[in-house]
């Protein structure tokens, strides 16, 4: 632990990336230039919910090789602010779209994980709609409810979902600190019975959560899903229509973003690359670092 009481590991993935101050609030940024070679277009990559960009620090070496990578965390998580607002899908969309602008980001590889597929979804729609100032060359799609009615949502995002929108209130003074049981019970249990987390995982993991009091912004920033059903038209439709060539890489053994998924998506872009991973749960990048990296970096460096 440092001094601020932060595992040793969040500490150091924090001191490799910096605090950009955008419109939308202070956004942490990791840039990391390409370790072999040059011009390729940058790889953007896109995380989910409940957590942060330390999900892909396994995966960041092999993507890094030909290409310089640029992970955020979105506001509301991680290492970035969390001010007491409302957390669309849009919002988080128009800070993407600031963070490529700051870092002279114009043409991409799109790389998203759950709630990130998502935010790449809107991302998506706009440039079909001539509204985005990026070009997306390509892009991954890792585990993520593209298809919400597939989706098998557990009981604690049905639990947060139920509460309003709004920021829970502290625990009152002199009351046993949360150390974030039940939240690493659920991150455990959406991975694979064949790749548990290790107990540094899901302390990594909370401490991120919970850093600025994040952990009282869970029921506003689930309401992501909120969007989804709402607009599932608009960010489904835009994954499945974008002209981009597409990969999908995904955890065969996810309890809530389930393999069916994979299923109806070829149905809609039979062109779509696909690895399913066998005994890999809804994180893929931490949990089979090296399957994961071979199948996105394989389909990023074909011609």
Same mark, same amino acid.
Request: a negative charge.
């Given at each position: 632990?440092? *001094?601020?009481?932060?595992?040793?590991?969040?500490?150091?993935? !924090? +001191?490799? =990336? #910096?605090?950009?101050?955008?419109?939308?609030?202070?956004?942490?940024?990791?840039?990391?230039?390409?370790?072999?070679?040059?011009?390729?277009?940058?790889?953007?990559?896109? $995380?989910?919910?409940?957590?942060?960009?330390?999900?892909?620090?396994?995966?960041?070496? *092999?993507?890094?090789?030909?290409?310089?990578?640029?992970?955020?965390?979105?506001?509301?998580?991680?290492?970035?602010?969390? /001010?007491?607002?409302?957390?669309?899908?849009?919002?988080?969309?128009?800070?993407?779209?600031?963070?490529?602008?700051?870092?002279?980001?114009? #043409? %991409?590889?799109?790389?998203? $994980?759950?709630? =990130?597929?998502? %935010?790449?979804?809107?991302?998506?729609?706009?440039?079909?709609?001539?509204?985005?100032?990026?070009? %997306?060359?390509?892009?991954?799609?890792?585990?993520?409810?593209?298809?919400?009615?597939?989706? $098998?949502?557990?009981?604690?995002?049905?639990?947060?979902?139920?509460?309003?929108?709004?920021?829970?209130?502290?625990?009152?003074?002199?009351?046993?600190?949360?150390?974030?049981?039940?939240?690493?019970?659920?991150?455990?249990?959406?991975?694979?019975?064949?790749?548990?987390?290790?107990?540094? &995982?899901?302390?990594?993991?909370?401490?991120?959560?919970?850093?600025?009091?994040?952990?009282?912004?869970?029921?506003?920033?689930?309401?992501?899903?909120?969007?989804?059903? *709402? &607009?599932? *038209?608009?960010?489904?439709?835009?994954?499945?229509? $974008?002209?981009?060539?597409?990969?999908?890489?995904?955890?065969?053994?996810?309890?809530?973003?389930?393999?069916?998924?994979?299923?109806?998506?070829?149905?809609?872009?039979?062109?779509?690359?696909?690895?399913?991973?066998?005994?890999?749960?809804?994180?893929?990048?931490?949990?089979? /670092?090296?399957?994961?990296?071979? +199948?996105?970096? !394989?389909?990023?460096?074909?011609?």
């Amino acid at each position: 632990m440092n *001094a601020a009481g932060e595992p040793a590991a969040v500490a150091d993935w !924090a +001191a490799r =990336g #910096r605090v950009l101050s955008l419109p939308g609030g202070d956004v942490w940024v990791l840039d990391q230039p390409a370790t072999e070679g040059a011009g390729l277009e940058p790889v953007l990559v896109l $995380h989910g919910f409940p957590t942060c960009s330390y999900d892909w620090r396994h995966v960041l070496p *092999a993507l890094s090789r030909r290409r310089r990578v640029v992970l955020f965390d979105f506001p509301g998580f991680g290492l970035s602010a969390k /001010p007491d607002q409302r957390y669309s899908l849009r919002r988080q969309a128009d800070v993407t779209q600031a963070v490529c602008a700051a870092l002279g980001l114009d #043409r %991409i590889v799109l790389v998203t $994980h759950d709630m =990130g597929d998502s %935010i790449g979804g809107e991302l998506l729609a706009r440039d079909l709609a001539g509204d985005l100032d990026l070009e %997306i060359t390509r892009r991954v799609l890792a585990n993520g409810s593209i298809y919400l009615e597939l989706a $098998h949502l557990t009981s604690g995002q049905l639990f947060l979902l139920d509460l309003p929108d709004a920021r829970l209130e502290p625990r009152p003074a002199g009351a046993p600190p949360d150390e974030g049981e039940a939240m690493r019970a659920a991150l455990a249990a959406t991975f694979s019975p064949d790749s548990p987390p290790d107990p540094g &995982e899901l302390e990594a993991q909370w401490a991120l959560i919970a850093r600025g009091g994040g952990q009282l912004l869970l029921p506003r920033t689930i309401r992501y899903i909120e969007d989804r059903r *709402a &607009e599932e *038209a608009r960010f489904t439709g835009a994954i499945e229509r $974008h002209p981009s060539p597409l990969a999908v890489v995904w955890g065969d053994r996810d309890p809530i973003a389930v393999v069916a998924m994979v299923d109806r998506l070829r149905e809609r872009r039979s062109d779509a690359d696909v690895t399913v991973l066998d005994g890999v749960g809804h994180y893929p990048m931490i949990e089979d /670092p090296a399957r994961f990296a071979a +199948a996105t970096t !394989a389909f990023l460096d074909a011609p």
